[in-house]
Each structure stands twice: as structure tokens, then as C-alpha cells.
């Protein structure tokens, strides 16, 4: 059975502080991560894959597969990064698989 | 990107009564699309995965006769709640993904059943 983990349920900084917003994954075979974002009254998106090795407002994450895990990170956190964030896996290579999902994380960037 | 629409975005209904709730693909055909239930601060769960042409695949603990799905076009899903009850009262999410690419969401619908 395929699991993520994101132990933090509210996650609150101060404008400007680093952000790591934790992923812990388990799952047998080979697996997609992802982070997904939602703002205020706004639809579920996509903020990054692992497979793409990106960066997307400011944010990274590295697939860690020694400690199963997939941290979101940030330098500096911006008061537009407050949202909920996810973590969710799929097995790689099955492009119309659905996803599981993490519990979610709050981010709160303060002023 | 893609676009995903749901309708309706929220919905009232009686105890014992039937909601449809429609899930459309708007740029891109999706042969499957996925499912989800969101209960207040918690995460997305998979009900069902929904297959153009033939029948729904549904996730353990998830009654297919309460919650019908039919993907009768390339474009379009519906998640029926039959004989609803306040229990049924949450946030319905569906996904599509064009060709092998990421998911795309819908926009969500909050039943409320009183």
C-alpha cells in the first residue's frame, strides 16, 4: 500500500523566514511525487513534480529516496505562499493513476 | 493548462433526495477521471476512478449503488449521490489528466445535505 506523510498540520513564518513544509512517503515500487497547492478559494494545482527538478516560486523539492522523503522548501517565504499544501505520490510511468494524497500542510506567512 | 469543470459548485438538498454532480473536460478528451472526497481540514480521498465506456472502478468502503458514476463521453463525468444523508455532506473533487501529463482539478462542489 502506497502512504504519505505530512506530520505538520499548520505550518506558520514570518515574511521573509524559510520555509520546509515535510513529506514522508512510503510505497514498494517506483513513485511520482508531488507537491499541490491551494489558495484561498481556488482549485487544487500543481506547484511541482520531482521528475522536472524545478523550481516554481521560489519553492524546490528533492526526492530523497534513502529517507522516503520529499520536503517542500523555501529560502524566503512570501505572505502569497499562505496556502495548503500537499504532498501526493502516484507509480511512475502510470500517467492516469490517481493520486494519493498527504493530509496537508497550512502555511501562514505572517507580515 | 488543461481545464477541468465541475458544476455545480455547491449544492443543497433534502435527506433522501438524489444530486448530480457533473465533472467536464473542456480542452482535451479524458477517457479516465478520478474521484475524490475532501471532509473539512483533512485530505483528499479517492472514491472511484471513472473509465469512458465502461464501469467505474471504485475504492474499498465506497458503496458503488449510493455513489453512481457514469463517463458516458470523452468529456464528461457524473458522480450521482443517491438517497443522500447528512453524512453524504462534503467536498467532491474530480481530476482528469491530459494525455500522461499532471492531474488537473475541478473547481470541487460542496454537497450539504439537510
Known amino acids: 500500500a502506497q502512504r504519505v506523510t505530512q506530520p505538520e498540520k499548520l505550518l506558520s513564518v514570518f515574511k521573509g523566514a524559510p520555509v520546509e513544509l515535510k513529506c514522508n512517503y512510503s510505497y514498494s515500487g517506483s513513485p511520482e511525487l508531488f507537491w499541490y497547492v491551494q489558495y484561498s478559494r481556488q482549485r487544487l494545482q500543481l506547484l511541482l513534480r520531482h521528475i522536472s527538478r524545478e523550481s516554481i516560486k521560489g519553492f524546490t523539492a528533492d526526492l530523497n529516496k534513502g529517507e522516503t522523503s520529499f520536503h517542500l522548501k523555501k529560502p524566503f517565504a512570501q505572505e502569497e505562499d499562505s496556502a495548503m499544501y500537499y504532498c501526493a505520490l502516484r507509480s511512475a510511468g502510470a500517467g492516469r493513476r490517481a493520486l494519493t494524497f498527504g493530509s496537508g500542510t497550512r502555511l501562514q506567512v505572517q507580515p | 493548462g488543461a481545464v477541468v469543470s465541475q458544476h455545480p459548485s455547491w449544492v443543497i438538498c433534502k435527506s433522501g433526495t438524489s444530486v448530480k454532480i457533473e465533472c467536464r473536460s473542456l480542452?482535451?478528451?479524458?477517457?479516465?477521471m478520478f474521484w475524490y472526497r475532501q471532509f473539512p481540514k483533512q485530505s483528499l480521498m479517492l472514491m472511484a476512478t471513472?473509465?469512458?465506456?465502461?464501469?467505474?472502478?471504485?475504492e474499498q468502503g465506497v458503496e458503488k449503488d449510493k455513489f453512481l458514476i457514469n463517463h458516458a463521453s470523452l468529456t464528461l463525468s457524473t458522480l450521482t449521490v443517491t438517497s443522500a444523508h447528512p453524512e453524504d455532506s462534503s467536498f467532491y473533487i474530480c481530476?482528469?489528466?491530459?494525455?500522461?501529463?499532471?492531474?488537473?482539478f475541478g473547481q470541487g462542489t460542496r454537497l450539504t445535505v439537510v
Open positions: 481530476s482528469a489528466n491530459p494525455r500522461e501529463a499532471e492531474a488537473f
Open positions: 480542452d482535451f478528451q479524458a477517457t479516465t
Open positions: 471513472s473509465n469512458e465506456g465502461s464501469k467505474a472502478t471504485y
